[in-house]
């Protein structure tokens, strides 16, 4: 925006993705986690060298298709978006194989033990989320085919509606492109969020988005003396900070403080993101670079 002499089209794939500190996206949580494990160095020699980045791709259509073309997710580099990572660590006890997994990004508040025979300690399936309208279970295993994969399986159950989902860990090498490619992909993904959680996992506080080329609105959520609150309002009732009605400041002072954020921190955020989204303009060419990612992954 601030580059009148260039479009968004021009700029992004020149641009380079930094990570910054507190602003983690999956792959700054998991350098981040990778970084604090260093400790465990002394008691456990070489965990160090033995971490690693992971990839992933989600939503995965064809799963013997996939794990059977290559040994390697090679012959999909370009009908895949890499769109997620998480730390792990190959294991072996006894004899036997298997791997750890550490997901912040899904904020996973476990590290996930993933046998190759489906044995204790496996993890198997566990509740990752428990709402009133909504509860998420995992489970991950190595693929029969392919060994190279582990299986992500994911089941939400909304009251008598069950989605099952699935995506595919590549767990045979570190996967080096996790700035170039994934945290790069989703500087222009178009569902944002800004969330807390408690040690569980659990959502406890926040916002999040769906990008719009208009009319763009969010939902807030924090929990408050009458039990938790949910709230559905216009970016551009925060344009002009004079003119935001008191009552919305309260509730969106409430939620910053949740959100563990400096004084007013939340309020400013807002502030700049209503001044991003009403510019129409950027955002159709925001949407557009999202679009051509999607559409190149999908083999369009």
Request: hydrophobic fraction near 35%; aromatic fraction near 10%; include cysteine.
């Amino acid at each position: 925006m601030k580059s009148p002499d260039q479009t968004l089209n021009e700029f992004f794939p020149k641009y380079n993705p930094v990570i910054r500190a507190h602003k983690y996206t999956c792959v700054g949580l998991g350098m981040e986690v990778m970084k604090r494990l260093k400790v465990l160095e002394t008691d456990f020699p070489g965990i160090t060298k033995a971490m690693m980045l992971v990839s992933c791709d989600e939503n995965i259509q064809d799963l013997i298709d996939y794990t059977t073309s290559s040994p390697g997710p090679q012959g999909f580099l370009i009908e895949t978006e890499k769109d997620h990572v998480m730390m792990a660590i190959h294991v072996k006890i006894e004899g036997r194989s298997g791997v750890f997994l550490s997901d912040l990004g899904y904020h996973i508040s476990r590290v996930v033990t993933v046998m190759a025979d489906r044995c204790y300690p496996h993890t198997g399936w566990f509740t990752q989320s428990e709402e009133p309208h909504c509860r998420k279970e995992y489970n991950y295993q190595f693929n029969l085919q392919n060994s190279n994969y582990v299986e992500w399986h994911e089941r939400e159950t909304r009251g008598a509606k069950v989605i099952e989902r699935l995506s595919l860990v590549y767990v045979a090498r570190a996967y080096l492109s996790a700035v170039s490619v994934t945290e790069k992909r989703n500087l222009v993904w178009d569902l944002r969020s800004l969330l807390a959680r408690d040690p569980k996992g659990r959502l406890t506080a926040g916002i999040y988005f769906p990008l719009k080329p208009k009319d763009q609105e969010f939902t807030m959520f924090f929990e408050s003396t009458s039990g938790k609150q949910r709230k559905k309002l216009k970016f551009a009732t925060f344009l002009e900070l004079q003119k935001i009605p008191d009552e919305v400041v309260d509730e969106v002072e409430q939620c910053n403080d949740q959100l563990r954020l400096r004084d007013g921190e939340l309020l400013s955020i807002l502030k700049r993101l209503a001044t991003i989204l009403a510019d129409e303009e950027y955002m159709a060419e925001v949407l557009s670079v999202n679009k051509k990612i999607v559409d190149l992954s999908s083999g369009k």
